[in-house]
């Protein structure tokens, strides 16, 4: 998959993300962050802090969305902001989202925002989230 | 402001898109769009389509956003395709939020969609949306 015109670390570090997803193992993923990334969740303003709590919320989100699929990716000019299009289902419910991740030159991810369409799936996979994170998250 | 790789024509597109948003003033906004342009909610999943119904959708989303402000633009390698991102406030509620935009090689706007985060933003989005457009719009 073509990695645009990312910066090369970027780009390496979009590859990698690639392949985990492909392989559903995310286990590697904490060496792609940076240790301060921040996680923006498409149902909470607020965000996440820290790559453990972002490794975790991305581990359970692969787990909760079913047949996965990434379409068109975006980047900006500078070479250190992607978007990626997917679709996914949660629940039998059809999702079209997007990742946004924003990179540093060292090509680490610094900021993972996640948004989603319609509202009826955003309820459904925040339930699940909720249900699988409840021991983890501080309470919104 | 920069039309990123996009194709000429899109990227024209684009830089009047701006300009109208940046005037407030989406009159001219059907010379813009594909007779069969769609829109994609962030709340309905089905599409609504139409160049009159998606400039109809445009011009209420446009006055129920305050302090809207677009920032980072992402484009497909293709040139066809443009993700903007953008701030905005509902009732007092912050949104950060993305139109996903698809071009035809004509430069016309082929596909309108925007998704928006947290869901407490969304749910006040969708409420003022549904209020404004109940004289217009199919029931869902």
Not at 16 to 30: E, F, I, N, Y
Not at 119 to 139: C, D, K, N
């Amino acid at each position: 998959m073509t990695t645009l015109a990312l910066q090369p670390a970027a780009g390496a570090t979009l590859n990698r993300w690639h392949d985990m997803v492909a392989a559903k193992d995310l286990s590697q993923l904490p060496t792609l962050l940076s240790e301060q990334a921040a996680f923006r969740s498409p149902a909470v303003f607020k965000p996440y802090r820290g790559a453990p709590v972002v490794s975790l919320i991305l581990n359970t989100v692969l787990q909760v969305f079913k047949e996965f699929e990434y379409h068109r990716q975006f980047a900006t000019a500078d070479g250190l902001s992607a978007v990626l299009e997917f679709t996914a289902k949660v629940e039998d419910k059809e999702i079209h989202g997007i990742d946004m991740i924003r990179f540093n030159e060292a090509g680490q991810i610094v900021d993972f925002e996640v948004m989603i369409r319609p509202m009826s799936a955003l309820q459904a996979l925040a339930a699940e989230m909720g249900a699988r994170l409840a021991a983890f998250m501080p309470a919104k």
